[in-house]
Nanobody, 126 residues
């Protein structure tokens, strides 16, 4: 099970850190991803991190502002979001898949993920 938390209402330029805890599985053998979906828009891949954090992917829209990290001993993946913009407003989901992300296009698509959290709302006001 995946449990995401940390969302909220902030102003443009503020920061938030999302957390997602994955229980019931061997967390260290799962690639973790953060995805988001805004009203009326398709789900977007935000960031992906490999088993040992050796490979990471970021969407162009968040590159340089967001950082994905993981703490395998705590079964937790994080998304540090800085310099938030109104266009970052969305429901953010964490997801997991039992394959290792190597830095290629593989595992950048939400459809490849097997386990999903319930989502946490992030709202950025201008």
């Amino acid at each position: 099970q995946l449990q995401a938390s940390g969302g909220g209402l902030v102003q443009a330029g503020d920061s938030l850190r999302l957390s997602c805890t994955f229980s019931g599985r061997t967390f260290s053998t799962y690639t973790m991803g953060w995805f988001r979906q805004a009203p009326g828009k398709e789900r977007e891949t935000v960031a992906v991190i490999s088993w040992t954090a050796g490979s990471r992917y970021y969407a162009d829209s968040v590159k340089g502002r967001f950082t994905i990290s993981r703490h395998n001993a705590k079964n937790t993946v994080y998304l540090q979001m800085n310099s938030l913009k109104p266009e970052d407003t969305a429901v953010y989901y964490c997801a997991a898949v039992p394959s290792d992300y190597s830095g290629s296009d593989h595992l950048r698509d939400a459809n490849e993920y097997d386990y999903w959290g319930q989502g946490t709302q992030v709202t950025v006001s201008s």
